[in-house]
């Protein structure tokens, strides 16, 4: 699916189009957020030379930082949470688990995760790297009346006040880390049907506030990446590219075949694979793709 109107959209011209998008290709970067490409591509990890290894080699990281989890409202306690998103009791990660990308948000943008101090207690009383993703839903009439016109976008265009919606969602989202003193480089931006908060059918209304967290997080001072498929980000963000790192959800598959989508194939924004993830046993299990050098300090914190 394309991106509806991107080349009547100054801020959602490539690099190198002209203004009225009569040389626009299908892999439309923000022009203000071409930083982003640029910074992952300067420190993007480098992939090992195998043919090079000897057994006087120091070990890569993926031998000890290889397997983790994610969690969020989903593990809270039943009951808990707003409504439309009630904690269901899921199991916490794995013993096995090294890592843990803990969620922000209640599911859709502008609700927090009602258990995540808990849930940081947790992650911190067994010493695990940790990093954050958030939900990006599209915004309702009273979220657009009441963040549409101020930040860094001309609010009184609709594309405009989307994008400042979008900004005021991970702003929010910033706070929330700040409440709880959550520390992270980096923060993943989770594009993906919010059943009881469905995106808009214009892409490029949905590109437009995926755009907006994406500069939220970068102006506060953290790194993004992506967590979605091909068939979800085209269907809402139509062919918006922001080539930043990428996370990749299998399902109930298994182990195997989330590796599988570590793959070229499976790029759905044009960034490379860190992560893949499965389901099993009511869990969400994550590894790092084959051939990433994890160094860890790059994707968590730990205390």
């Not at 991106?3 to 801020?11: E, M, N, R, V, Y």
Request: net charge negative; proline share 7%.
């Amino acid at each position: 699916m394309a991106l509806a109107a991107c080349g009547s959209d100054p801020d959602l011209i490539e690099p190198g189009s002209s203004a009225d998008g009569s040389s626009a290709s299908d892999n439309v970067v923000p022009t203000d957020l071409a930083s982003l490409v640029d910074e992952y591509n300067a420190t993007a990890a480098p992939v090992p030379d195998q043919g090079d290894a000897t057994d006087d080699d120091e070990p890569d990281a993926n031998e000890t930082i290889h397997l983790g989890a994610d969690i969020g409202w989903p593990q809270c306690p039943e009951g808990m949470g707003i409504p439309e998103k009630q904690g269901q009791g899921q199991p916490m990660p794995i013993d096995a688990a090294e890592f843990v990308i803990v969620g922000l948000t209640n599911s859709p943008s502008f609700t927090r995760n009602p258990c995540l101090a808990e849930q940081l207690a947790w992650i911190e009383e067994r010493d695990l790297w940790v990093a954050a993703y958030s939900v990006v839903s599209y915004p309702d009439q009273d979220e657009i009346d009441s963040y549409g016109a101020d930040g860094p976008w001309d609010g009184t265009t609709r594309l405009g006040a989307l994008r400042n919606v979008g900004y005021a969602a991970a702003e929010f989202n910033v706070a929330t880390m700040a409440e709880h003193d959550l520390e992270t480089p980096i923060v993943w931006i989770d594009v993906e049907p919010v059943p009881k908060f469905e995106w808009s059918n214009d892409t490029s209304a949905n590109a437009a506030v995926i755009v907006g967290m994406a500069r939220g997080y970068r102006d506060a001072g953290y790194r993004i990446g992506t967590y979605s498929l091909e068939s979800m980000w085209s269907s809402i963000a139509g062919s918006l590219r922001l080539y930043a790192p990428e996370w990749r959800p299998a399902g109930d598959a298994g182990e195997a075949e989330a590796v599988s989508r570590c793959g070229k194939d499976w790029s759905f924004q044009g960034g490379d694979a860190i992560f893949a993830q499965w389901v099993a046993d009511r869990r969400d299990h994550n590894v790092v793709c084959p051939g990433v050098l994890m160094e860890p300090e790059r994707w968590f914190h730990r205390s």
